[in-house]
């Protein structure tokens, strides 16, 4: 899994063009989902919710990019 966040931070810092911003933007939506899922009940809940609302930036920041 932190590979993963890696390979999104990585494609972040890379997209050029509205299609790569569209496909990152994706990849970030599908991690919030995930950590989102995770219920109040498991002992990484905290952490999940800390870390969802950090991808929500970076989500955003994709967004952003998407009409540029």
Same mark, same amino acid.
């Given at each position: 899994?932190?590979?993963?966040?890696? /390979?999104?931070?990585?494609?972040?810092?890379?997209?050029?063009?509205? +299609? @790569?911003?569209?496909?990152?933007?994706?990849?970030?939506? @599908?991690?919030?989902?995930?950590?989102?899922?995770?219920?109040?009940? @498991?002992?990484?809940?905290?952490?999940?919710?800390? /870390?969802? !609302?950090?991808?929500?930036?970076?989500?955003?920041? !994709? +967004?952003?990019?998407? @009409? +540029?």
């Amino acid at each position: 899994a932190a590979s993963d966040v890696y /390979k999104r931070q990585e494609l972040t810092q890379t997209a050029s063009t509205a +299609q @790569d911003w569209v496909l990152v933007a994706n990849l970030w939506q @599908d991690t919030i989902a995930i950590l989102d899922s995770i219920p109040e009940s @498991d002992p990484n809940h905290a952490m999940a919710e800390a /870390k969802a !609302a950090e991808y929500r930036d970076n989500l955003a920041y !994709a +967004q952003s990019n998407i @009409d +540029q």
